[in-house]
């Protein structure tokens, strides 16, 4: 229920000059949509992290270009799509809630640094290319924004992986960094050090990962779009 009344201030003379004081209560049209967009938003975002969290399951290796161990999955994807369509933040809050959801259903094995890492890497791949898009919306844009993510991803990946993610897999499953070391050399005998392997292989292996969910990106979001933004 809405509706408005004026009143007139003591001693302000407001009524005579002909300046009633109004009151309004009531909701108001457009705080209705910013309601009904918030909702849709959020409703969209659980949607896209329910998705991401079961794409995390469907993961396969790649053997003689990268060791098995280290994966290949579109889980990303959701969380680029939320990024155009909601904003970059909703593209963060999906990788943490992929994340958070495959703690919660499936536990961890290394104290969470593994599902932090991912989200981090998530984060930087859907915030880069959120905010690119956000700032000039086309195609152009999309695009641009989604290879500079997949970018900033694969450039990411070298530290968050040199300082966080091995030394979790050395601590938490008890694997000498040789034999770390001795997989990727089964590939390159050359690859002597943590950091060359990060570089040489899981720097453009992680690149070519985001840009793979760039394509599908590109080619799914407009058949989607009605369903990101609530239109019929």
Same mark, same amino acid.
């Given at each position: 229920?809405?509706?408005?009344?004026?009143?007139?201030?003591?001693?302000?003379?407001?009524?005579?000059?002909?300046?009633?004081?109004?009151?309004?209560?009531?909701?108001?049209?457009?705080?209705?949509? *910013?309601?009904?967009?918030?909702?849709? @938003?959020?409703?969209?975002?659980?949607?896209?992290?329910?998705?991401?969290?079961?794409?995390?399951?469907?993961?396969?290796?790649?053997?003689?270009?990268?060791?098995?161990?280290?994966?290949?999955?579109?889980?990303?994807?959701?969380?680029?799509?939320?990024?155009?369509?909601?904003?970059?933040?909703?593209?963060?809050?999906?990788?943490?809630?992929? @994340?958070?959801?495959?703690?919660?259903?499936?536990?961890?094995?290394?104290?969470?640094?593994?599902?932090?890492? @991912?989200?981090?890497?998530?984060?930087?791949?859907?915030?880069?290319?959120?905010?690119?898009?956000?700032?000039?919306?086309?195609?152009?844009?999309?695009?641009?924004?989604?290879?500079?993510?997949?970018?900033?991803?694969?450039?990411?990946?070298?530290?968050? @992986?040199?300082?966080?993610?091995?030394?979790?897999?050395?601590?938490?499953?008890?694997?000498?960094?040789?034999?770390?070391?001795? *997989?990727?050399?089964?590939?390159?005998?050359?690859?002597?050090?943590?950091?060359?392997?990060?570089?040489?292989?899981?720097?453009?292996?992680?690149?070519?990962?985001?840009?793979?969910?760039?394509?599908?990106? *590109?080619?799914?979001?407009?058949?989607?779009?009605?369903?990101?933004?609530?239109?019929?």
């Amino acid at each position: 229920m809405a509706g408005r009344v004026f009143i007139c201030l003591p001693g302000s003379g407001a009524c005579e000059k002909g300046f009633p004081v109004f009151i309004e209560w009531g909701s108001r049209p457009g705080r209705k949509i *910013m309601r009904k967009d918030t909702t849709h @938003n959020l409703t969209v975002a659980a949607m896209l992290s329910a998705v991401a969290f079961i794409l995390m399951f469907i993961e396969f290796p790649i053997p003689m270009l990268i060791p098995s161990f280290v994966k290949m999955d579109f889980s990303d994807l959701p969380a680029l799509l939320g990024a155009f369509a909601l904003g970059p933040v909703y593209g963060v809050a999906i990788s943490f809630m992929k @994340n958070l959801l495959h703690i919660v259903v499936k536990g961890t094995s290394t104290a969470c640094v593994g599902e932090l890492c @991912n989200f981090m890497l998530g984060a930087v791949f859907s915030a880069v290319a959120g905010f690119i898009y956000k700032h000039h919306k086309s195609r152009k844009t999309a695009i641009l924004g989604a290879v500079a993510g997949a970018a900033a991803m694969a450039v990411f990946s070298v530290p968050s @992986n040199y300082f966080i993610t091995y030394p979790a897999y050395v601590e938490f499953y008890h694997m000498p960094l040789e034999a770390i070391l001795g *997989m990727y050399q089964a590939i390159l005998p050359s690859a002597d050090s943590l950091m060359k392997c990060l570089v040489i292989f899981n720097l453009p292996f992680t690149l070519v990962k985001g840009l793979l969910d760039a394509v599908l990106c *590109m080619v799914i979001y407009k058949p989607l779009s009605p369903i990101l933004h609530g239109r019929k």
